[in-house]
C-alpha cells in the first residue's frame, strides 16, 4: 500500500509518467465521454443561472440609466453567455443525435473542444459581468482593480494552472 501511494505522490508532483489503463479504445471512449459528461453537469448550471439572470436586465428598473458603452458591454455580456451555453450543450446534442453510429472517439475529440470553447465563453461572460457590475457601482481604479483580481483568478485556475501541468507531465515523459 506504501509503495502505491508513493507511485502516485510522484505522478502527481510530475516526476513520473502516469501509466497506462488497460482499456480497449471502445472502453476508454466510453469513459472520456462519461466524464466529460459529468465535467458538463457542473458547468451547465452556472451558465444557465448566468444567461437567465441577464435575459431579466433590460426589464428591471435602471438598465435605461446605463450609458451606451455599458449596454454594449451587457449585449456582448449577453451573446457571449448565449454561445457559451451553445457550445456546452452541443455535446450531449451531438451525443444524441450519434447515438449508436459508432463515432464515441469523434464524439470525445469534438465534445472536448466545445466544451473548451464554451468554457473559455463562460469566463469572458462571467468576467464581463463583473466589469459591468464594477462600472455601474464605482468609479476609476477599483473597476479596473476588481475586474483585473476576479480575471486573474480565471486565468490562473483554467488556463495556466492546466497548462502548467500538462507541461509538466510532457517532460516527465521524455
Known amino acids: 500500500m506504501a509503495e502505491a501511494d508513493e507511485h502516485s505522490r510522484r505522478i502527481a508532483k510530475g516526476s513520473e509518467p502516469r501509466r497506462g489503463r488497460r482499456e480497449s479504445p471502445d472502453e476508454r471512449a466510453d469513459r472520456n465521454m462519461g466524464e466529460l459528461l459529468q465535467e458538463l453537469r457542473v458547468a451547465l448550471p452556472g451558465v444557465q443561472v448566468l444567461f437567465a439572470f441577464l435575459l ?4 428591471a428598473q435602471g438598465f435605461t440609466r446605463l450609458n451606451s458603452g455599458q449596454q454594449d458591454l451587457y449585449f456582448g455580456i449577453l451573446m457571449a453567455t448565449a454561445i457559451s451555453t451553445a457550445f456546452l450543450i452541443a455535446p450531449s446534442a451531438l451525443h444524441r443525435l450519434l447515438f449508436r453510429k459508432h463515432e ?15 468554457l473559455g465563453l463562460l469566463g469572458l461572460a462571467i468576467i464581463g459581468a463583473v466589469l459591468l457590475i464594477a462600472d455601474v457601482l464605482f468609479d476609476g481604479a477599483r473597476v479596473v482593480v476588481f475586474t483585473g483580481v476576479v ?24
Open 56 to 59: 431579466t436586465v433590460p426589464f
Open 104 to 118: 464515441k472517439e469523434y464524439l470525445v475529440r469534438i465534445s472536448n473542444r466545445l466544451t473548451i470553447a464554451g
Open 151 to 174: 480575471a486573474g483568478f480565471f486565468v490562473v485556475l483554467w488556463v495556466a494552472l492546466p497548462l502548467l501541468r500538462r507541461r509538466t507531465l510532457r517532460r516527465a515523459e521524455r
